[in-house]
């Protein structure tokens, strides 16, 4: 479904990564680990139009996808969500499901955010900006879930928050991959993603470092031999 073949990117007049290959199947789960600074949320970037790459090729669907931008990829069925919730904060949730639904039935599709998470029941009239941090984690993540996409591609879902919201954001997740979505996970929570994964890609220094199967390594492997602590 989606390949990225030596794909060189950075900013300005940094090169961040260097000559990367990855590839997603359909309805695979990818699992994208590595420190902190190890190129993940910039592939990530790469990967979906947000940041184009110096050199090399990305395709979706064998489509030459390197020269488009975001929305030519979000027509294609690709979800990007960011680090840091990706909503608006000024407007109402409802308001953030109305531009999430891209033309779709407004209230069917609060129906079906509410349905997911109820704890937005309540929150429909709120400004999106005064959601708790796992509230507003819910909210992002349901534009993953309302617009049917084909590819979901997650920054650090469960950053900065608690171990039952995370447990909620990865039922979601799981929920996905049983529709046969394709994911590709950044996480911090390296069991996490191990569960949840088929493929595990580990970057380090913009190179891809080890790519293997997620039910053929442990945490404590990852832990040890590739992020160089012990857990």
């Not at 499901?97 to 704890?119: M, T």
């Not at 309302?146 to 039952?164: K, M, Q």
């Not at 590709?184 to 595990?200: F, K």
């Amino acid at each position: 479904m989606l390949t990225l073949h030596e794909v060189t990117a950075g900013y300005g007049d940094t090169t961040v990564l260097r000559d990367v290959n990855l590839t997603v199947g359909d309805g695979e789960v990818v699992a994208l680990l590595g420190p902190n600074g190890a190129g993940k949320t910039t592939l990530l970037r790469a990967a979906t139009g947000f940041l184009r790459p110096r050199s090399g090729r990305v395709s979706l669907d064998g489509k030459d996808m390197t020269a488009e931008p975001a929305h030519r990829y979000a027509r294609r069925g690709v979800c990007h969500l960011p680090e840091g919730r990706g909503i608006f904060p000024s407007l109402t949730v409802r308001e953030n499901i109305a531009i999430q639904a891209r033309g779709r039935d407004v209230e069917k599709s609060a129906a079906e955010v509410v349905d997911l998470f109820p704890a937005l029941g309540t929150r429909l009239r709120q400004a999106a900006g005064s959601l708790s941090g796992g509230e507003q984690q819910m909210l992002a993540l349901s534009r993953a879930y309302i617009t049917s996409p084909r590819l979901v591609v997650v920054d650090e879902a469960s950053l900065g928050l608690s171990p039952r919201v995370t447990d909620t954001i990865y039922e979601l997740l799981a929920r996905l991959a049983e529709r046969g979505v394709s994911l590709v996970v950044v996480e911090q929570y390296v069991q996490r993603a191990l569960a949840l994964a088929r493929t595990v890609y580990i970057l380090n220094h913009g190179a891809v470092i080890h790519v293997g199967r997620a039910n053929d390594i442990t945490a404590d492997d990852i832990y040890e031999k590739y992020l160089g602590i012990g857990h």
